[in-house]
């Protein structure tokens, strides 16, 4: 073959080429979903738009959102699908986000969805705020299962008691903010003042209490419903409770980001994240989903979470998080310290 | 013995100056492509993460001005800056200006009889094209008036202007909690050393100096904990001495959460490294110093003291500052064992992970360089008094059989073997139980990869393959780096930079090495950033991740043959590369062995400074358990770290077959 013949032939493959690469097009998509759930989710999505091919980079809610903000400069990722609402949030003030109001976004529940028009980011589903209480061992040292935050001040509970660091775990921060937009930041911090009392230690992952309760390292862990319903199936012996104050929560979202080069496919994504045969795919490990309507009970976990959910006001949240967890360091941190 | 009696004729002591420039070039030229290497790998990216550190935020009252209208909405009344408002109100204290990366400040401070049902209108603009703010969680930028009604301008945030400076030292050290993590991270450290140390010389002792039974055994049990992800004996730990542990009762009523738990932790992750080291220092031991003594009638004890320990006195000094700086790094163990002892690297954690802060934890990084500058300096002053040890007139060192101090030794080793296969065994259980400690039935399913989190058997595969080419370009660019350090004449500067950058990466934790990477690579401007989200920088962030070891390792070695060689292979008019393939790579090649197969097991292992940078199709073995304890799946966790367990096994053996090949043909000699 001579090199005219080649340099035909380039031509020709290039004239083809271009269609095939806009009829199939990636998408770089950065994920803090539990990886169970990802292959069904890519599955779900492909088999409704076989033109698009998702690939995954997923890591836990920090790394991920550390990741993102580091590649500022030079974003990878073209979209993020389930992803912390905070985290998302703070993407937006960085300006990092596209706006764009997926087709069909009105039928979601306005908690969902980020307030500015067009909205930055769109909500998946809840984590809500819950104890996971270890009935075995709790039997053991003779204790009552609490039913409320206030009950966890008990002295009896002291020293049983695992919750997140809320300077380490996004958890552990919506328990934190949870609180003071309930009570008010001086009963918020009083309340803590005494809970700190009974803490045996501040871990630095949300789900990380629930898994120490499961496995008897704590009798009870500060944390929220999903590790807990997973724990339980996989056979700890706990309970999950809702006090009955009210929980914080959290949103998973999906957002596009800003100067992605396939922005036509991540607005096809986003547009299918919002159907409600997306958040029927959700509602198998969430119990409460985005689209009204469409949540059935999750096994091993009540009905009625969504009731449970306090008026979780992010952008308040994401202003204030440094003052919070400023002072909750200065409060908790400089004497939590072993005793030994 | 042919060579080293034929060695034997070249003046002692003295190095004849090579006269072909022709090889001082090559030389040179070899330098300086290490050089770069370490520059772009290491250099370059910290003296980025550096740059955060010094980068700080503050809001610049002057740059923000506001103009208010009345009550109509209409009329406005003088462009004011928040500066002048902030002089007249004293609203925000000189304190309180210094910021951090996500500080915001309300806008609405500056207008104390600011109500936001009022019908006043409210315009802001920045002085500068870089002034931000945020309306609601709008980026704002620019020198524009934008207009905002009073329940708008509620949500309104100034942003700070970022500038250099030391504030974020300053912070550090005003924050008591902060502050106490130094002392803790120096005392845990200090004491994981000394006991890791003692336990590594008396067994690196008791392999070179006595006649116990069963060496090959101990030794390969001894290098077993750098088989294994740092996350297994957190695991294995809890197990044993958690609140439900086994031994729980062991611990008197002490928590294995703290301090105690991260010295056992660390003495058994930093065991192999130190023994390795002092291992390599002890075997070559000249047997006439030994004769010497006899000889003199010196007792046991005072030939030990002037003869065994100055011997190995380079390797024990290096050991130790392994140990510590692997300790004080380690962010791994503390995280999952430390409980509420604060310690430096889970800081930069809490930091970084936590709350996104770089600049924050930046200044942690820059202060966990110090023990490696440190380090550097020790190490210099140690290399200046090292003498040669196995000089060309060397003879090999063997033990006498000594029936009490045998038993002792062997005892000793069985102790220690007994804790590692301990923890271990305690991981395979915990591999294959149900649920644990409630259901203890067997299963085999929590092999099942690819129903968990982490990225299932291709994980695996792809930490196979970084880990084999780790192995493979790790070994030949330290060697040859060590080499240049070591035996090139001339160039006195570039050889001390050079080195001083070798040792470098031993005290800058994973993560902050991996966030660095993502700084300096993942930048448009960067020729390099084609290899960002590939195996490639997996490949060379894991090198140079663990060069430090890996060079030291060689450097030993290295340091052990006589100068004299290169001073014969010169007066012999012998250019250099043949010295080096017919003699250096040769009688090297035990370590360099070595090297590749640390390099490999530490590839299986590594997961600080990958977990930032794998993509999509490069995720790891060791970022899946990370990922599946995280996640909850315990059993999965420790079964995927088993599974990485047994493949650094084979390896392993592998290794010790070549090894035994090819060390019959090239180590006859010793």
């Not at chain 2, 974020?168 to 924050?175: A, E, V």
């Not at chain 2, 058997?457 to 060697?479: D, E, R």
Request: aromatic fraction near 12%; charge should be neutral.
């Amino acid at each position: 073959m001579n090199r005219r013949m080649l340099f035909l032939l380039a031509g020709a493959m290039s004239a083809v080429f271009p269609t095939i690469a806009f009829a199939q097009s990636e998408l770089t998509v950065y994920t803090a979903v539990e990886a169970v759930d990802l292959d069904r989710y890519k599955a779900t999505f492909e088999k409704a738009h076989p033109d698009i091919t998702i690939n995954w980079v997923r890591d836990s809610t920090g790394v991920m959102t550390a990741k993102l903000l580091a590649e500022k400069d030079n974003p990878q990722a073209d979209v993020v699908w389930g992803l912390a609402a905070t985290s998302l949030l703070l993407l937006k003030t960085e300006g990092m986000l596209e706006g764009y109001a997926p087709k069909g976004v009105e039928a979601l529940d306005k908690k969902f969805v980020d307030k500015d028009n067009p909205p930055s980011w769109v909500g998946m589903d809840a984590y809500v705020a819950a104890l996971c209480y270890n009935t075995v061992e709790g039997e053991k040292l003779g204790l009552k299962a609490p039913t409320s935050w206030e009950d966890l001040t008990k002295p009896e509970y002291k020293g049983h008691i695992v919750m997140p660091n809320p300077a380490s775990s996004g958890t552990g921060f919506l328990d934190v903010s949870g609180w003071v937009q309930m009570w008010g930041e001086e009963k918020a911090w009083s309340f803590m003042d005494k809970l700190h009392e009974n803490i045996s230690a501040y871990t630095h992952s949300g789900s990380k209490p629930c898994k120490m309760a499961g496995a008897g390292e704590a009798v009870i862990g500060v944390s929220f419903e999903f590790p807990g319903a997973k724990a339980k199936s996989a056979g700890a012996p706990i309970d999950i409770i809702f006090p009955s104050e009210g929980s914080g929560w959290e949103a998973e979202a999906t957002a596009i980001i800003a100067g992605t080069a396939n922005l036509e496919a991540a607005k096809t994504l986003v547009d299918w994240s919002v159907t409600k045969e997306a958040n029927e795919m959700y509602n198998v490990g969430y119990a409460v989903v985005a689209y009204p309507g469409v949540a059935k009970a999750v096994e091993h976990l009540p009905s009625d979470i969504a009731s449970k959910m306090i008026e979780n006001d992010f952008e308040w949240a994401a202003n204030n998080r440094a003052t919070i967890l400023k002072e909750w360091q200065k409060r908790y941190d400089a004497k939590s310290e072993p005793k030994s | 013995m042919t060579m080293t009696l034929a060695l034997d004729f070249a003046p002692p002591g003295k190095r004849v100056r090579q006269e072909s420039s022709r090889d001082d070039r090559i030389k040179l030229g070899f330098m300086a492509v290490i050089g770069l290497y370490l520059i772009i790998a290491l250099g370059a990216p910290l003296a980025v993460m550096l740059s955060k550190s010094l980068s700080t935020y503050r809001f610049d009252l002057a740059a923000f001005e506001f103009q208010v209208s009345d009550e109509t909405g209409a009329n406005w009344g003088p462009v004011v800056t928040a500066e002048a408002l902030n002089q007249q109100l004293g609203a925000i204290t000189d304190e309180e200006l210094d910021s951090s990366s996500d500080g915001r400040l309300a806008a609405t401070k500056f207008f104390p009889d600011f109500s936001f049902r009022s019908p006043v209108q409210y315009r802001i603009r920045g002085t500068s094209a870089d002034t931000a703010f945020l309306a609601g969680s709008t980026l704002e930028k620019g020198t524009e008036w934008r207009e905002y009604d009073s329940g708008t301008f509620r949500r309104v945030v100034l942003r700070p202007a970022s500038s250099l400076g030391l504030e974020n030292f300053k912070t550090y050290f005003s924050t008591p909690a902060l502050a106490r993590s130094i002392y803790n991270s120096v005392l845990m450290a200090a004491i994981s050393t000394v006991v890791t140390i003692s336990i590594a010389f008396a067994l690196a002792y008791g392999l070179t100096r006595s006649c116990m039974p069963l060496k090959g055994l101990f030794r390969g049990i001894l290098t077993i904990p750098i088989l294994v992800p740092s996350l297994l004996p957190g695991i294995a730990l809890v197990y044993l001495f958690g609140n439900q542990g086994v031994f729980k009762d062991w611990l008197m009523g002490y928590s294995i959460y703290g301090p105690i738990g991260i010295v056992i932790g660390s003495v058994f992750f930093t065991l192999p490294h130190a023994f390795l080291i002092i291992l390599t220092a002890l075997s070559v031991a000249d047997a006439r110093h030994y004769e010497a003594a006899a000889s003199l009638k010196a007792s046991k004890w005072r030939t030990f003291t002037t003869v065994t320990v100055p011997g190995a006195r380079y390797g024990l000094v290096s050991a130790a500052f392994v140990v510590f700086t692997l300790v004080i790094t380690d962010f791994g163990l503390p995280k999952v064992i430390g409980g509420q002892y604060g310690m430096l690297a889970v800081d930069i954690y809490k930091q970084v992970i936590g709350q996104q802060n770089f600049e924050m934890g930046a200044v942690v990084s820059v202060i966990l360089l110090v023990p490696a500058i440190l380090a550097f300096a020790v190490d210099r002053r140690m290399q200046k008094r090292q003498v040669a040890l196995l000089s060309a007139r060397a003879v090999p060192y063997s033990p006498k059989p000594n029936a009490r101090l045998d038993a002792i030794c062997f005892a000793f080793a069985c102790l220690v073997s007994l804790f590692i296969l301990g923890m271990i065994a305690m991981c395979q259980i915990a591999a294959l139980v149900k649920f644990w400690p409630y259901d203890l039935t067997l299963t085999t399913k929590n092999f099942a990869f690819d129903l968990m989190d982490g990225g299932g058997w291709a994980a695996y595969g792809n930490s196979i393959q970084l880990a084999l080419l780790t192995a493979l370009f790790g070994s030949l660019v330290v060697f040859a780096g060590a080499y240049m350090v070591e035996k090139a004449d001339g160039f006195r500067l570039g050889r001390g930079i050079f080195h001083f950058l070798a040792m470098m990466p031993m005290a800058v934790p994973g993560m902050v090495l991996g966030l660095a990477y993502i700084f300096f690579f993942n930048n448009p401007a960067n020729p390099l950033n084609a290899i960002y989200g590939t195996m490639t920088i997996l490949v060379v962030s894991t090198v140079t991740h663990f060069y430090t070891v890996a060079h030291l390792t060689a450097l030993t070695a290295l340091k052990q043959m006589d100068p004299e060689f290169e001073s014969v292979a010169a007066s012999l008019k012998q250019p250099f590369h043949r010295l080096f393939f017919r003699v250096t790579v040769p009688v090297c090649l035990p370590a360099i062995l070595n090297i590749a197969i640390y390099l490999f097991v530490n590839a299986m292992t590594t997961v600080s400074a990958v977990v930032f940078l794998y993509a999509t199709d490069t995720k790891l073995a060791s970022v899946a358990v990370l990922n599946m304890d995280d996640a909850g799946d315990i059993a999965p966790a420790a079964a995927m770290g088993m599974m990485i367990f047994y493949t650094n096994v084979a390896a392993k053996l592998i290794h010790a077959l070549i090894a035994r090949g090819l060390l019959a043909r090239t180590q006859a000699w010793r």
